[in-house]
């Protein structure tokens, strides 16, 4: 990863940054294995309710393709070897694959690319912190399985006020492209005025991070569970402001003619009952306002 010269403060916060996700989001397709379910994930035992829901072509192939940008930890992204991706969507996927009877193989992808692979069928699923919304679902379908707001974080060094979208005017926001936090930016932005309010799209969101620890940007926006992860990694280089906003359901993407979204919706719908689901999050360090209890089929709020 290219990293810019930055003073000893904003070192730490890129060093913090660089070791979660070492990767970029372009397509390189690296490839998580087995070993990034978790010890609950590989105790799953086969659901055969959920198999049964499985259309033949899919118990065929045996195998299904997840993307995921590995940019977002803890949500998805690099281990310390920059190829094999960990994180909460790897471990649910390997555990619904089990659950179903299916390997599930996951590949890096550029986060703005993955509706487009789903429709193209070079992928079979979506699992990267992807909101449900209405838009969305026009083209694909959707899983619920979390609930996440966004936040805001700031360099805990300087005096950036923050409290809501508004106030972002006037200041530098560094955002990864794709995403909602993109277009909440760019619609406050024609909202400002002369108070002009710079929105700066970065392909994944280490680089966005890294804009935030370099000084080019003011205020980062990311998915609470992201944003939280990245303040405490920064060891008091960087912190959150304001308060989060807009929460929502996660989805899993899926394309409109691949058929499983009752398989998938009975399979996690198993892990939740059985414990496994908890104990991912509990790995991952998310809040258990995160947690779902009934995953939903096209679930978007707006």
């Known amino acids: 990863m290219r990293t810019p010269t930055l003073g000893a403060l904003a070192a730490t916060a890129v060093l913090a940054i660089s070791v979660t996700g070492c990767g970029s989001s372009d397509d390189d397709e690296s490839t998580a294995g087995a070993s990034t379910g978790t010890t609950a994930a590989k105790t799953t035992k086969v659901n055969d309710a959920a198999v049964a829901l499985l259309p033949a072509d899919v118990k065929s192939k045996g195998t299904l393709t ?3 940008d590995a940019s977002y930890p803890p949500n998805e992204f690099f281990d310390k070897d920059g190829k094999t991706i960990i994180g909460l969507d790897p471990d649910l996927a390997q555990a619904l694959g089990t659950a179903l009877g299916l390997k599930m193989e996951v590949q890096n992808a550029g986060f703005d690319g993955i509706i487009a692979g ?4 070079k992928y079979d699923l979506g699992m990267s912190s992807f909101t449900d919304n209405k838009e969305r679902e026009e083209v694909v379908n959707f899983v619920t399985y979390l609930s996440a707001g966004t936040s805001f974080f700031v360099n805990a060094q300087k005096d950036t006020q923050v409290t809501d979208l508004a106030s972002l005017c006037g200041k530098k926001v560094a955002v990864e492209k794709g995403t909602v936090q993109l277009d909440d930016a760019t619609a406050q932005a024609k909202k400002c ?16 991070n890294q804009a935030l620890a370099a000084g080019r940007a003011d205020v980062s926006m990311a998915d609470s569970p992201v944003a939280d992860y990245q303040v405490k990694l920064s060891n008091g280089a960087l912190k959150l402001a304001g308060t989060p906003y807009g929460t929502a359901p996660y989805g899993i993407a899926i394309p409109k003619n691949l058929k499983i979204e009752k398989a998938l919706q009975t399979a996690l719908k198993g892990l939740i009952d059985d414990g496994t689901y908890q104990s991912v999050l509990d790995k991952w360090g998310l809040e258990k306002s995160a947690a779902i209890a009934d995953p939903v089929i096209n679930g978007a709020q707006d």
């Open 193 to 208: 005025g002369s108070n002009k309010l710079t929105v700066l799209p970065y392909p994944d969101q280490n680089g966005a």
């Open 66 to 68: 997840v993307a995921a």
């Open 118 to 121: 789903l429709q193209s069928g």
